[in-house]
C-alpha cells in the first residue's frame, strides 16, 4: 500500500465487485457511462511484478468485464488500456466508446472533438443497472469470485 496512491488511498469508483486479489469498479465519468477498471488491490506498479497466475486472473477479469460492456453497453468499440503514467498502480480501463462520444476517435484523454449528445448519455446511464448485473454474471460465469 501506498499513501500517495489513489487507488490503495480509495476504490476508484463505484465497487462493482470485490475479489481477494482485485476490484472492479464503475469510474464516475460522466461523458462516458459504464466506463469500468480492474483495479490490482495491493499496490503493485507493472504487470510484470505479478506472479504469472496473478496476471491471468486480472486478465480474465479484463476480459468477463469487456463482454459485459460490450453485451450491455452496445459500443462501436471497447478500448482497453493499462497506462499508470499518473497512477503507477497496476489497473485496466475498459472504456466503451462510441462515434458520436466526446474524443472519437481518439483517445479519451484527448482533446475533445465536439459535445456530447445529451440524448445519447442519457439512454447509456439508463443501461447502468444492467451492467452492473452483467458484470457480475460475466465474473462468476468465469469462475472469478471469491
Known amino acids: 500500500m501506498s499513501a500517495t496512491c489513489d487507488l490503495c488511498a480509495g476504490d476508484g469508483g463505484e465497487v462493482l465487485w470485490q475479489h481477494p486479489s482485485f476490484r472492479v469498479v464503475l469510474v464516475d465519468?460522466?461523458?462516458y457511462p459504464g466506463f469500468c477498471r480492474v483495479v490490482?488491490?495491493?499496490?503493485?506498479?507493472?504487470?510484470t511484478?505479478?506472479?504469472?497466475?496473478?496476471r491471468t486472473l486480472v486478465a480474465n477479469a479484463v476480459w468477463a468485464v469487456e463482454a459485459a460492456v460490450r453485451a450491455t453497453m452496445a459500443p462501436e468499440k471497447v478500448n482497453l488500456a493499462t497506462l499508470g503514467n499518473m497512477t503507477?498502480?497496476?489497473?485496466?480501463h475498459v472504456i466503451p466508446r462510441y462515434p458520436d462520444d466526446c474524443h472519437f476517435p481518439a483517445p479519451v484523454?484527448?482533446?475533445p472533438q465536439r459535445a456530447a449528445d445529451p440524448a445519447a448519455l442519457e439512454a447509456r446511464r439508463a443501461r447502468l443497472p444492467q451492467?452492473?448485473?452483467?458484470?457480475q454474471q460475466q465474473l462468476q460465469a468465469a469462475a472469478l469470485d471469491a
Do not use: G, T, Y
Open 49 to 54: 511484478d505479478l506472479a504469472p497466475s496473478d
Open 131 to 135: 451492467l452492473r448485473l452483467a458484470i
Open 109 to 111: 484523454w484527448a482533446a
Open 40 to 47: 490490482w488491490n495491493s499496490h503493485v506498479k507493472e504487470m
Open 88 to 92: 503507477p498502480h497496476v489497473h485496466w
Open 29 to 31: 465519468e460522466p461523458d
